[in-house]
């Protein structure tokens, strides 16, 4: 696993745990900014001669705002909600969106490895987000709990 990729299991945790009551929007506005202060330089190494047409600046501009601030204002939103644990396991659906999305609007082909892949997917983010059993605690630590308190 790449070092840039632990963000997504380390982010979450640390906003549960230490950001819980900040706003959300104030949090989201921080990560961007931080970001675009780090990638800035690479941006501008690889600046395009000429100024993109009005289309692409639109989709950046969309990719922007709705792919990148309003999904991480969810994010956050279900972090608060379910906990970092659970949230983080949306980020494994991600290949199995691209492969149906693939499927339906590019006509690729369903194959049986892509099939096989999709199932594990599910299944895996079926066990990771299940609720186990609870853990029965003894009685003797309920008494001293008790007798404690």
Do not use: H, K
């Not at 956050?76 to 339906?104: C, D, H, Q, W």
């Amino acid at each position: 696993m790449a070092w840039w990729r632990s963000g997504y299991a380390i982010g979450p945790m640390i906003v549960a745990r230490r950001l819980a009551g900040v706003p959300a929007l104030g949090v989201v506005a921080a990560s961007l900014l931080v970001t675009a202060v780090v990638y800035a330089p690479f941006g501008l190494v690889q600046m395009p001669s000429a100024i993109p047409s009005t289309r692409v600046l639109v989709a950046v501009g969309i990719l922007a705002l709705v792919c990148t601030a309003v999904a991480f204002l969810l994010f956050f939103a279900l972090i608060g909600e379910v906990g970092p644990v659970r949230a983080t396991v949306i980020t494994y659906f991600n290949p199995a969106v691209a492969l149906l999305l693939g499927i339906v609007l590019l006509n690729e082909p369903f194959t049986l490895g892509a099939g096989a892949g999709f199932v594990l997917i599910l299944l895996g983010s079926f066990l990771a987000t299940r609720r186990g059993p609870r853990a029965r605690v003894p009685d003797v630590a309920l008494r001293d709990a008790a007798a404690a308190g």
